[in-house]
């Protein structure tokens, strides 16, 4: 084994550990002290993050901020990785986002010329285009932090009545329409309430009087499916829409492919699922939004909303001039 693969083997032993001695990671490797202790010198000008501790319990440990091993791509691959990373840059905040333009300048320089000129050219020549949003989302990384920890937050939450105090449980974040969402536990309301991450005003870890919930088998995923409350039972709403050729089209390319959206011979559709009535605001503003490409007709309140706003429209533009 030569020195670099020694050197690699070493990195990836050091972070399974954390916390080790120099004699331990010897015996391990079957070299002497003096040579191990040279080993971890090298990894840690090469900027592993390790620091001595002085003691009969003392030793080697690794910070919190890991660096991890080498790991070879081929061209494909690599194309791939700025690929993905292509489909993101119209987004006004993202989560890790200067980590990554970091870890991708690093993965860029260290690229052979032919690879970086065929990244290059996919830049200029394929987009994912999503409306850009001037709102930011400053809390995205501390909001999926807290969804996989089971972390009750206290949040400050700007709505349409002020500010509010709130405590929170996110179980996940998603993008809709260049917007960052976050469906949460609410310990005020004792449901699943869906919230716009950009109307956080502040956050912080909730004290221990609150119990985290259990969302271990609940996932972000099945919220989307059913967008209802499944920390209990509660009353759902039924929807049903009729949608257009276009209507369709617009509401895969928004939604993905649905289970409950029946597709006609002639392109159009119908969609008969159920709702939960703390998203009744938000999925009128959408299909709202389709215009005449998407016909509710239940749930009568989301129908009456509608009316209203077509309504209020039609004050505003006046009468069509014939």
Request: hydrophobic content about 35%.
């Amino acid at each position: 084994m030569n020195k670099t693969q020694r050197l690699i083997q070493l990195m990836m032993a050091v972070n399974e550990r954390m916390q080790f001695t120099t004699k331990e990671m010897a015996d391990e490797f079957g070299v002497s002290e003096r040579t191990m202790h040279r080993y971890l010198q090298e990894l840690s000008e090469l900027g592993m993050p390790l620091y001595t501790e002085f003691g009969p319990h003392g030793g080697f440990r690794l910070l919190k901020k890991r660096m991890l091993p080498p790991i070879l791509f081929s061209e494909q691959e690599a194309v791939a990785m700025f690929f993905a990373f292509q489909s993101l840059q119209f987004y006004g905040a993202l989560p890790f986002s200067a980590e990554s333009v970091t870890a991708l300048n690093k993965f860029y320089h260290n690229l052979p010329s032919d690879t970086k000129a065929r990244i290059d050219a996919l830049k200029d020549r394929v987009s994912f285009w999503t409306p850009s949003r001037t709102q930011s989302s400053p809390y995205l990384e501390q909001l999926l932090d807290a969804a996989i920890a089971e972390q009750p937050l206290f949040i400050t939450y700007s709505s349409k009545d002020g500010d509010k105090q709130r405590v929170l449980q996110p179980i996940g974040i998603y993008s809709s329409n260049g917007f960052w969402y976050f469906p949460s536990y609410c310990f005020q309301k004792e449901s699943i309430l869906l919230f716009r991450a950009d109307r956080i005003r502040a956050l912080k870890p909730a004290g221990a009087e609150y119990s985290p919930k259990d969302f271990q088998h609940y996932t972000l995923g099945d919220w989307l499916k059913t967008g209802h409350d499944a920390s209990k039972e509660a009353a759902t709403l039924p929807l049903k829409v009729r949608f257009s050729p276009e209507g369709v089209r617009a509401y895969e390319r928004s939604n993905g492919p649905d289970e409950h959206l029946e597709r006609r011979k002639d392109g159009s559709g119908y969609l008969a699922t159920q709702i939960h009535p703390s998203n009744l605001a938000y999925f009128s503003n959408y299909y709202l939004s389709l215009g005449k490409e998407a016909v509710v007709e239940q749930p009568p309140a989301m129908v009456q909303w509608i009316r209203e706003q077509i309504q209020a429209m039609q004050i505003a533009y006046g009468k069509v001039s014939q």
